[in-house]
């Protein structure tokens, strides 16, 4: 705002936005002749008795008086508000009569402007002795951890801090479709402070391996993530799994928030411990679920050096995101949205069935390959500004459905989604606004995960287009269906808010 | 663009002393992450640091939603305050107001978080758990707010908190007297005072900066000091029924598991509405409070009983007693048994302890303590528990044998024993999955809370009384009047008593019997529903004590070794108080009325030592005068006794006796009739009525009839009393009586007894040495029945010689004697005269009542404000009606 009114003649900002803060000071018997002054909307006028016992608003820089009998009357103002101890002395400047306009601009200008460039600065330099010195406070905490591991010889690789063991209910039905369908979120009930991995308990493993298991591990207080794990459904062992934090928790002490879920097949089946009271501490899914009653997931606890794995664990999974603060939001794309499907294909061939619709009993894009051409399904504004991973799983449902191939693009609003595809179709260079996934072959054999990630998150909305296209020559029976959209967003830190009585 | 406007949420940030870290703070709100519109307001508390007016004229240039206020010095309450009062000026549409302290940071989604809980919960205020920096520490404030918590253990609410502008809108500020070292604690309790409760947010944290010495390490050494200063300044917070209520909301003391049912009610007043847990419910709240007691509550007793068992001790009015005396009993032994009789005439408590191994039958109700069943378990001694319903009982027990007249509609008899319904629950408790995992803290930041179920400990520090009588606040603007009386037989002083807890009743008081020394009462049809409930205590309260002495009377000070804790626990908190000749309550008094309780004391009679020294309970209670707004006498002429001593006039009520019973219309008509026709020369018929003791003066009535015998006087006399036997029968007034032809009849107390006697006489003699105004007067006189009785005490305010009945002046024995033979004499000859002052007596009865005699004590009681915080509907900002339904309820959350 100060920047606006720095850009336009100080006539016309003063007269267009009235100011809230206050910088000059005058006696009210000098009020006729100021009022009319450039420097009227930055003055407050002052009772020679005035004895307020607070200024709203009002930050007295300059004393301005146009007359002998003002000047005196403002100076015993002033005297009398040194007893609000935060007011430095102030100036008062003698305005001569002849040169009232021009003095009173000058001051304007002086208090606008330089008043206007200095805060700019502060602002900026603030900002960063903010940021400065909460990182000192981690690096002093860190430092003196590292120091008090020293003279310890605490030379412990890794120790378990808590540990909550696998309990099989033989009436349970299992978590593995609630992690497909909405994901499992556990609290830790140990502080961050110095956590460098956990285990959890898997005690079945699927005989279709492919999927992902994504785990995130996040602050509930600040909301800050730390880390994501994409972990192939292959590589997790039966028994317990070691998940290795990038680097031990520092700073401030929080309650670390575990969410998991699974995208693909079904899942390797996770182990829940035994009842307990506090249910705050039991897993929790958005989707009720009998087995998570009163039960946290069998789940281990760690410190020491980040990716040394504990003794008998028989594996380690490195984060495969850093996240680094940002706020996460893993989100599956609402039923609604999907129901707005529109055909944006680019083929020369009329099929007479519709080769792009969505299933409601299925929650499902049919996107059906052609002999020519490339068959796509837009969705509009589903893309959010900050997404930085988009997954979905694909399927040939027809047992004689001939193969294909599928993939994801996003194109900004105002772009003309054809055009894109027509670059697609004809193996162009996408400009760089658009984001393609790629072609991934899909047969009627095997079911295909899409996992669509962006090197930087997006900046702005999106709209989401399916895409497909026929992999040989024939496409009979090639009723490909997309489903499971599932995105993940970042957060970046700058508000964006309206201001209060601006 | 948004369709509808954000929401307006306020930052307050109170500065002094904070010039190099404001900006930090300032940083840290701007950096919020939030669908709302903020304004930041900096209140300038004075601080004579120039830098910080340079650093807020700078920042508030670039940032336009940061206001600030330079102040001038005000502490950091009116600090806060000028923040408060801009913000409801100059951003009137401001929903919320979260206080930063300069030295303290936000988090990104702080604000967001709670404003969110906020709007959903409808609480006052939202506030976090407590994470410090630069010197690290931790809190835990528990998964639920208590009010009881927050007014009798802590501050559990850091003003870096998001609070209601309703909150404000309502009046409530800091408190910026500077010698409070906890104006933020104080704050909360303003709040809750005008009804509003907190909600705790685990979901969020603010970045508290604490340094080797802070403002609440200052505070915290002058503790006690700011202690009283809460106390004294939220004086309804503070009381019994306040805290009782919040008690009941918030961790009942009892639970109660109805049998057959399957249920448990828990509850701390049995007259509220009991909030209600299955077995379930119960097991996960007893083994969580042994993991988290900061976070699951479980109540600290357990009783079993059926429902028809639960409706009766109800109806007796006694159920509050019941369960102090239950309370102390299980404190002193493992399992109490309540054994219930039906006795018409009398209500009685009483109890016996009995030893390992000890036969008893079987229970109306069992109750005992949460840690024997928590022992039980650990010490795996569920086969000795079980005992207890079998014969023979290993555990040690107590039996309270409870007697009180039954309803007349028959109670159905309940097939599941209590013992065993108790059993049940230890072994559902015994074998639940959740015992391998209960010891096991999940929540990991460290407790700062006392155990919920250990809070009515902490009530009875607070209150110090143990056990502490449970009963809150009932709805609507009752006051509640307690009335103390040392026994509850036939006497006339109990009787008085009764008929001031009448006249209360039916001007709006809750009234409560309090019978101190004795644990028995005598029913009286006439006053039987003067009191909504009845308590006994009788050990530890001695009638009369001396250990110390007033004008060389006798009084009770506070070194004696009676049952205080016992006595504040039942007493305090009521709005007034009438001491009926309790002398061991004196010493209480001023406590209580510093508390907030209005106290009078009720006197009748200045009695005499064999010697003649005037003594009895107007000099104990003149020891402690000014401990009492009011004094009752039942005379003018003790009235005058009192002032001679330095009680002002003004505080003192004289309230003329009337009637120990009333009698209807039809009976009065009769017996107005009788009079009239008279019995012509019949023998006169004299009566006696009272005890048969040198002070009620029946030696002078053995000597008139004697005397009228001689003179050959028709009479027919009789005297209805007892005596105290002695060892030699010839001395025996009784042997005496009859062998004048007496008719002794012994001592009757049902009114229409009473009635009969004195229907029957016509003349009732009084020849007392000493007297207060008895109410056999008034009695005798709304019968018709002439009282001749000797002027003594407040007599002559209630009979006016030759009118209404017949005086005999106080003299020598002798002189006495004559004087009544020669009247009797008078009137069995002069059958008109004795009509006409039958008459005189009918007509003083009927313009006697106690309505008019208390009238001027009830004007008096009636400006008796009740002290008792603002309620507030749940959903709504606005303080609740009187309608207790629904809302109440609501309240009752689950213990888990």
Redesign the interface.
């Known amino acids: ?2 920047d606006a009114i720095l850009n336009e003649s100080l006539s016309a900002t003063i007269h267009r936005l009235p100011r ?2 206050r ?1 000059a000071v005058a006696s009210i018997r000098d009020q006729d002749a100021l009022e009319a002054s450039p420097l009227s909307d930055l003055l407050v006028f002052v009772d020679p008795d005035f004895d307020a ?7 007295p ?1 300059i004393g301005v008086a146009a007359s002998d009998a003002g000047s005196n009357a403002l100076r015993a103002a002033l005297e009398r508000l040194n ?6 002395d102030v100036p008062v400047v003698r305005l001569q009569e002849a040169a009232l306009t021009k003095g009173a601009e000058l001051v304007a200008q002086v208090l606008e402007g330089g ?2 460039r ?3 600065h ?2 900026n330099a ?2 960063e ?2 940021t400065l ?2 990182e000192r ?1 981690t690096l002093f905490e860190n430092y003196r951890a590292l120091e008090n591991a020293f003279h310890a010889r605490n030379w412990d690789t890794v120790s378990e801090v808590f540990g ?1 063991g696998p309990f099989i209910d033989p009436k349970d039905q299992g978590l593995a479709a609630l992690l497909c369908e909405s994901g499992i979120t556990q609290l ?4 961050s402070y110095a956590v460098s991995g956990f285990a959890l308990h898997f005690r079945e493993l699927p005989k279709d391996k492919t999927g992902r298991l994504v785990a995130t591990l996040d602050y ?4 800050e993530g730390i880390a994501e794990w994409l972990i192939p459904y292959g590589s997790i062992a039966q028994g317990w799994n070691f998940f290795s934090l990038p680097k031990a928790c520092d700073g ?4 670390l928030r575990l969410r998991i879920s699974a995208s693909g097949g079904r899942p390797p089946e996770l182990s829940l411990g ?5 249910e ?2 039991a897993a929790q899914a958005l989707v009720p679920h009998a087995d998570l009653d ?1 039960r ?1 997931l069998a789940l281990r606890i760690f410190t020491g050096l980040p990716g040394a794995r504990p003794m008998a664990l028989p594996n380690v999974f490195a984060p495969s995101t850093v996240i680094s603060g940002r ?1 996460v939001e893993d989100y599956r794309l609402p039923v609604e949205l999907l129901r707005a499907v529109a055909n944006v294909s680019l083929t020369p061939v009329e099929p007479s069935f519709p080769t792009v619709r969505f299933l409601e009993l299925e929650d499902a894009i049919v996107c059906h390959p052609l002999s020519e051409g490339i068959t796509a399904g837009a969705v509009r504004r589903v893309v959010a500004p900050g997404t930085a991973r988009i997954s979905a799983r694909a399927v040939i449902d027809h047992p004689d459905g001939k193969p294909g191939t599928v993939g994801l693009m996003l194109v900004p609003l105002s772009t003309n989604i054809r055009k894109e595809i027509a670059a697609l179709a004809d193996g162009r260079a996408l400009p760089p606004t658009a984001l393609f996934s790629g072609w991934m072959e899909i047969t009627a054999a095997q079911p295909v995960d899409i996992n669509f990630m962006l090197e930087t998150p997006t900046s702005r909305t999106m709209d989401l287009v399916v895409l497909s296209k026929a992999a040989t020559d024939s496409v009979d029976f090639a009723w490909l269906k997309i489903f499971n959209f599932r995105l993940v967003k970042y ?1 970046e ?1 700058s ?1 964006v ?6 | 663009m948004r369709d509808t406007p954000q929401d307006l949420v306020a930052i307050a940030v109170p500065l002094y002393g904070h010039a190099a870290l404001v900006i930090e703070a300032l940083e840290s709100a701007l950096a919020s992450v939030t669908d709302c519109r903020l304004a930041v307001v900096v209140s300038v508390d004075g601080d004579p640091h120039h830098e910080v007016f340079d650093q807020l004229t700078l920042h508030a240039a670039a940032h336009p939603e940061v206001h600030v206020i330079f102040g001038e010095n005000a502490g950091p309450g009116g600090a806060r305050n000028r923040a408060i009062d801009y913000i409801l000026d100059e951003l009137p549409e401001a929903k919320a107001i979260y206080f930063l302290d300069a030295d303290n940071r936000v988090l990104p989604g702080t604000v967001e978080t709670l404003y969110r809980r906020l709007r959903a919960s409808k609480a006052g205020w939202v506030y976090t758990n407590i994470d410090t920096f630069s010197v690290n520490w931790r809190a835990h404030y528990g998964n639920s707010y208590s009010r009881l918590i927050h007014c009798i253990s802590d501050n559990i609410c850091d003003t870096g908190s998001m609070i209601s502008i309703d909150v404000f809108r309502s009046g409530v500020r800091f408190e910026e007297d500077r010698q409070n070292g906890f104006e933020d604690w104080e704050f909360w309790l303003s709040a809750v005072e005008r009804g509003f409760v907190g909600e705790p947010c685990h979901d969020t944290a603010f970045e508290y900066r604490l340094r080797a010495e802070s403002r609440f390490k200052e505070a915290n050494r002058d503790r006690s000091a700011s202690m009283s200063f809460l106390r004294r300044r939220h004086k309804a917070l503070f009381r019994r029924p306040t805290l009782v209520g919040f008690e009941h909301e918030e961790a009942p003391r009892y639970a109660l598991i109805r049998t057959g049912e399957g249920m448990l009610d828990v509850f701390t007043d049995p007259t509220l509405p009991a909030g209600q847990m299955s077995f379930d419910e119960a097991v996960q709240a007893f083994w969580g409070n042994v993991g988290e007691p900061d976070n699951v509550h479980f109540p600290p007793f357990v009783a079993a009983c059926s429902s028809e068992t639960l409706q009766l001790l109800a109806r007796s009015r006694l159920l509050p007693n019941i369960l102090c005396h239950l309370e102390t009993l299980a404190e002193r032994c493992n399992v109490v048994s309540v054994e219930l009789s039906n006795v018409v005439s009398q209500r009685s408590i009483e109890w016996e302890i009995l030893p390992s191994g000890a036969q008893q039958g079987p229970a109306d109700l069992t109750f005992v303590s949460t840690d024997l069943i928590r022992n039980v378990i650990n010490d795996d001694a569920l086969d000795w528990f079980s005992s207890i319903g079998r014969d023979q009982t290993w555990p040690t027990s107590a039996r309270l044998k409870v007697s009180f007249p039954f309803p007349k509609a028959r109670q159905r008899r309940s097939l599941i024993r209590p013992e065993q319904a108790l059993l049940n629950l230890v072994s559902a408790l015994t074998t639940s999955p959740l015992r391998p995992t209960a010891s096991t803290r999940w929540t990991w930041r460290p407790r700062r809370l006392p155990a919920l179920s250990e809070l009515y400990k902490l009530l009875r520090t607070e209150l110090g009384g143990s056990p502490v009588l449970p009963l809150a606040h009932h709805a609507g603007p009752h006051r509640t009047a307690a009335v103390l009386v040392p026994n509850a037989s036939f006497g006339g002083a109990e009787k008085v008593a009764y008929a001031a807890g009448r006249e209360l009743r039916q001007n709006g008081f809750e009234t409560h019997l309090f019978v101190l020394g004795s644990g028995r009462m005598e029913v009286i049809d006439e006053f039987d529903q003067a009191f909504d409930h009845l308590h006994f205590w009788k050990d530890g309260v001695p009638a009369w004590g001396a250990s110390g002495q007033f004008l060389g009377q006798d009084f009770i000070t506070d070194e004696h070794g009676l049952d205080w804790t016992g006595l504040k626990g039942l007493l305090s908190g009521f709005d007034l108080i009438v001491n009926n000749h309790v002398m061991a309550a004196h010493p209480l008094m001023a406590q209580f009325r510093s508390a907030g309780t209005r106290t009078a004391c009720y006197l009748h009679v200045v009695d005499e030592t064999a010697f003649k020294r005037p003594a009895g309970q107007p000099f104990a209670a003149i020891a402690f005068e000014h401990a009492y707004d009011a004094f009752l006498t039942c005379s003018e002429q003790l009235k005058s006794y009192l002032h001679s001593f330095g009680v002002p006039f003004g505080k003192i009520f004289a309230v003329p006796n009337g009637a120990g019973f009333s009698i209807d219309a039809k009976l009065r008509a009769e017996v107005t009739e009788a009079r009239k026709a008279g019995r012509g020369s019949e023998p006169l018929r004299l009566l006696y009525m009272g005890r048969l003791d040198r002070q009620k003066g029946i030696d002078r009535l053995h000597d008139t009839l004697v005397q009228l015998k001689e003179r050959d006087i028709a009479f027919e006399a009789r005297a209805v009393g007892g005596e105290i036997l002695s060892d030699d029968p010839s001395s025996s007034w009784m042997t005496r009586l009859r062998d004048i032809s007496v008719e002794v009849a012994p001592p009757v107390f049902a009114a229409k007894d009473i009635a009969a006697h004195l229907a029957w006489a016509d003349i009732l003699v009084m020849p007392s040495r000493w007297e207060g105004a008895p109410l056999m007067i008034a009695e005798a006189q709304q019968l018709g029945c002439v009282p001749m009785a000797t002027a003594v005490g407040a007599v002559d305010e209630l009979v006016v010689d030759g009118q209404d009945g017949v005086l005999i002046k106080n003299a020598a024995d002798a002189q006495i004697v004559v004087e009544m033979a020669r009247t009797i004499a008078i009137l069995a000859r002069d059958r008109a005269t004795l009509g006409r002052l039958a008459e005189g007596a009918l007509a003083t009865a009927a313009q006697r009542s106690w309505s008019a005699s208390f009238a001027d004590f009830i004007a008096w009681s009636d400006a008796i404000v009740p002290t008792a915080p603002t309620q507030r509907n749940a959903a709504s900002s606005k303080p609740a009606g009187d309608d207790p339904t629904g809302e109440t309820a609501l309240f009752v959350r689950a213990v888990a």
Request: glycine share 4%.
């Open positions: 705002m100060v809230r803060n910088y016992e607070e200024l709203r608003g009002t930050f820089l007893k609000l101890g935060s007011l430095p008043l206007g200095l805060s700019r502060v602002a603030n900002t002795l903010a010195r909460r406070e909550h830790f009930p140990i502080s509930v207080e600040s909301s401030s002490p929080r309650t035994h009842v307990i009271t506090n705050r501490y009163m946290p706020k957060l830190r508000p808010r309206e201001v209060a009585n601006a």
